[in-house]
């Protein structure tokens, strides 16, 4: 078990793309921040291919901030959005930012409940869920896409894989499902982990691996994320949500 949250900092494993851990880190509330000691152990590496062409496109989809990357300054060309960074990302390149929800449902949604006119363009990484692109070409709504950034696997760093198969506790959020299926195959085995995970279908990401416990925020949110851990980290313990424990 860990020890109690005046004692030393708990380990707070994070495995987001580099970028995204370091924010993480950096918006920590100062009391929790003051607990816990930060591993960046990235998972998942980003790495952009290039710039899509928008030529005669009404509108772009970008469903990650990563997805900026790939455009070109723009001139007040719709840039529907998942998420407010990404929607202010698109905004300061010239494009006319919309934040259309927190995921892709919402966005599809959206679009549709608009009549949105094509054809669009949906920027996404080489690695992607939620067939936008497909799904609002069923409803009516012409769309194609462009892969403008990949998402490349990393590995956990030995050191850190053996103490987690050892036992070793630490707090471990994950934030995507391909996040925690590369955790699980790198790591099946840690007793020690206490897993935080953004929604239930990141949570099933971890398959039948077990952990000290998994607990899924109220919410796929960021700061959800960090309220939950904040609990666990203040008060010493967490009810977890779908344990595995």
Do not use: W
């Not at 679009?111 to 409803?139: N, W």
């Amino acid at each position: 078990m860990f020890m109690p949250a005046q004692s030393r900092p708990l380990p707070l494993l994070l495995t987001r793309p580099l970028l995204q851990a370091e924010r993480f880190v950096a918006e920590l509330p100062g009391s929790l921040r003051a607990r816990v000691d930060p591993i960046l152990a990235p998972l998942i590496r980003i790495v952009a291919l290039g710039k899509a062409d928008v030529a005669g496109v009404r509108g772009v989809i970008l469903t990650s901030e990563n997805a900026l990357s790939g455009l070109n300054p723009g001139r007040g060309l719709p840039a529907y959005c998942i998420g407010p960074r990404t929607t202010a990302g698109a905004r300061a390149l010239g494009y006319d930012g919309q934040d259309c929800g927190g995921c892709a449902d919402s966005l599809v949604s959206t679009l549709i409940a608009r009549r949105v006119d094509g054809p669009l363009i949906h920027l996404r990484g080489t690695h992607t869920r939620g067939q936008v692109a497909s799904r609002l070409t069923d409803a009516g709504v012409r769309c194609s896409e462009a892969e403008v950034y990949d998402q490349r696997a990393e590995k956990i760093p030995d050191n850190l894989r053996d103490a987690l198969s050892r036992g070793q506790p630490m707090l471990v959020p994950l934030f995507s499902p391909r996040t925690a299926r590369l955790f699980a195959s790198d790591c099946p085995n840690a007793a020690g982990a206490e897993v935080f995970c953004l929604s239930p279908s990141v949570a099933l990401g971890l398959g039948k691996n077990r952990y000290h416990s998994v607990t899924i925020c109220d919410a796929p949110t960021a700061r959800s994320m960090t309220e939950a851990i904040n609990c666990r980290v203040c008060e010493g313990s967490i009810e977890p949500s779908g344990s595995s424990s």
